[in-house]
């Protein structure tokens, strides 16, 4: 057997392990472009939506901590005007 026909025998091979891959995973028809792409969007829109939800957590966090500071400064400065 020759060199360009072990590579030819190993080309063929790996076409049809990629069908049997892709077909296994229901990627085989004219729709699987479609569905790549759908999939890709959907794990974009997921990563979009994780990131802005830690945002929304820190300012969250933020808020609630400066919040915290001013009924401190609040309280203290109404206690000495009171007095």
Not at 70 to 76: E, G, I, N, Q, S
């Amino acid at each position: 057997m020759t060199t360009d026909e072990l590579e030819d025998m190993l080309d063929r091979a790996a076409r049809r392990g990629a069908k049997a891959a892709l077909a296994e995973l229901g990627l085989h028809d004219a729709q699987a472009a479609t569905d790549i792409n759908d999939m890709r969007s959907l794990i974009a829109a997921w990563r979009e939506a994780r990131s802005t939800a830690w945002q929304t957590m820190v300012r969250l966090g933020t808020t609630a901590l400066f919040a915290m500071i001013a009924t401190a400064v609040w309280l203290h400065l109404k206690g000495q005007i009171l007095k």
